[in-house]
């Protein structure tokens, strides 16, 4: 299995439309990016730590690619958009790819460049190797699947 990190607003959403994606084998929300060791969701709230809410993916590259996965967090908000998504502000819900190794690096760069391409407003998105990640609570994990609530700015089911 392999691992993947992406921010792109409230991560409840994030969550349930990864785990709806074949290939996926896991999801975890959680917080990186930021200084604090250990945040809790009010840290990261009070915009104290730097930390974003992400999904970090386990996936099975036999079944999908990296790249899909790009395509798919490309789709799943609007990566123009800065320091917020939908109805959720700061930038904890900052747009946001954290690499893991050299080719995901080239990927994910080249992910975006596609998607800037396509559009004539500045892609936002934020590529940075992934560094310490932060389980967020157990009242975070799989919220939408549990409660069929916290899509906000997330389609209901990914695009083929």
Not at 46 to 58: D, P, R
Not at 76 to 83: E, F, G, I
Not at 84 to 94: A, N
């Amino acid at each position: 299995m392999e691992q993947a990190c992406f921010a792109a607003g409230c991560f409840w959403g994030v969550q349930f439309y990864f785990d709806q994606i074949p290939g996926v084998t896991g999801t975890t929300a959680g917080y990186t990016g930021g200084t604090l060791e250990n945040p809790t969701y009010d840290d990261v709230c009070y915009h104290n730590t730097g930390h974003a809410e992400a999904v970090l993916i386990e996936f099975d590259a036999s079944k999908i690619s990296y790249e899909t996965l790009c395509k798919h967090f490309f789709r799943l908000h609007d990566p123009t958009q800065l320091n917020r998504q939908g109805p959720d502000v700061g930038d904890q819900y900052r747009s946001a790819i954290f690499y893991v190794g050299e080719k995901q690096h080239a990927a994910a760069t080249q992910a975006m460049e596609a998607v800037q391409a396509e559009t004539s407003q500045p892609v936002v998105t934020v590529i940075e190797q992934l560094g310490p990640f932060y389980q967020a609570e157990d009242y975070h994990q799989k919220y939408t699947e549990r409660t069929g609530r916290g899509m906000c700015h997330v389609p209901y089911e990914p695009l083929d």
